[in-house]
């Protein structure tokens, strides 16, 4: 076989290429696109949250099942749902019940979807996401549909923290719990769509984060899930908040179980990792292996065909004779000369190889 250096232009080229598939096929399969994806490096994804809560020293887990949360010990836990794709039946949300009531701490971030406050209220909390858009004509960020939410209450979670950024939020509806951070007093909930503000939209302070008393637990919630999400982490006061929510606990679960499908790769990884028997499985089928190759390894050497040895050269050396005639009827316009050129070319070639 021929040395990558002795390769000629079409050989490299080809490598090149199937080099870069090879990348862009395991990128594709270790990565999403979902919004707010744990595996989203993007900028609306959450792949950051992730390593914010390791930088902490906190254990993360990602949670492909609500049956993860009994793993984990309750008080010393925060779990998150970022914007759930799909309801959480009555048997999920009594995993998430016990979480709570034993004394973890749930945060649930939404903005416009409709799965999260069927699941707000069966943990018993006397709240909702409006889901309608936030604007701030006057404290926002590019755009009044990015408001800074300024007003921020004194609390573990908003230490340091002088503001939160939103990204196309909405508010928080509530008749109990602890409003730790609102909007300005010039925000409104553009009840009509229109980004701007009609005779009967009034300008007020909204809440953007709550906290709520469950049991042992608590449950905090977040009006806009973007709050999380990479590019916004780099805003002031975003990455303060989230670093004073992972920091106060020993464990971080993200809750992935109810979101839009895994990348296949990552999702083998962690079947693997959660699964003994079929760790089990691969370490015993590479020990039979190794075993196996120890007591053959000389009788599978000798199957195989050794390119040095002479005899395996003469029995696979070209015949002259057969090239030349087959050259000859696929090109009979060529010169005897020309044709034996051709084959004496080939015949170097393969010896070189």
Request: a negative charge; charged letters at 20%.
């Amino acid at each position: 076989m021929k040395s990558p250096r002795t390769w000629d232009r079409p050989q490299m080229i080809l490598a090149v290429f199937t080099g870069i598939a090879l990348i862009a096929l395991v990128t594709a399969a270790s990565t999403s696109a979902a919004s707010f994806g744990i595996y989203n490096s993007a900028w609306d994804g959450s792949s950051k949250l992730s390593a914010e809560a390791e930088a902490t020293g906190a254990a993360v887990t990602v949670a492909r099942d609500v049956e993860e949360y009994d793993s984990v010990p309750p008080n010393e836990t925060i779990a998150f749902i970022l914007s759930p794709d799909k309801p959480y039946n009555p048997s999920t949300r009594q995993n998430l019940q016990q979480f709570v009531q034993n004394g973890g701490t749930l945060v649930i971030a939404e903005d416009f979807g409709t799965h999260s406050n069927p699941l707000v209220q069966s943990l018993g909390v006397n709240a909702r996401f409006d889901g309608h858009l936030i604007r701030d004509d006057r404290y926002n960020y590019q755009s009044p549909a990015m408001p800074v939410a300024r007003n921020v209450e004194n609390h573990s979670y908003t230490e340091n923290v002088s503001a939160l950024t939103l990204n196309h939020g909405t508010a928080i509806q509530t008749q109990n719990g602890s409003a730790i951070v609102q909007s300005s007093g010039y925000a409104y909930l553009d009840t009509t769509s229109n980004s701007k503000l009609d005779n009967n939209e009034t300008i007020a302070n909204h809440s953007v984060v709550t906290t709520h008393s469950v049991g042992q637990g608590q449950v905090v919630l977040v009006s806009d899930p973007s709050v999380f999400i990479n590019s916004m982490l780099e805003r002031s006061g975003n990455k303060e908040f989230v670093h004073n929510l992972v920091s106060t606990h020993e464990n971080v679960l993200l809750d992935t179980s109810h979101t839009k499908q895994l990348p296949p790769l990552m999702a083998a990884v962690l079947f693997i990792r959660n699964s003994a028997a079929v760790q089990i499985l691969f370490g015993g089928s590479g020990i039979f292996g190794l075993i196996v190759w120890g007591f053959h390894a000389e009788k599978i050497k000798s199957r195989l065909p050794n390119r040095a040895d002479p005899k395996h050269r003469r029995s696979h050396k070209m015949d002259a004779k057969a090239m030349s005639s087959y050259l000859q009827q696929k090109h009979p316009e060529w010169e005897q000369e020309r044709t034996e050129r051709v084959v004496t070319s080939l015949q170097n070639q393969y010896q070189e190889e």
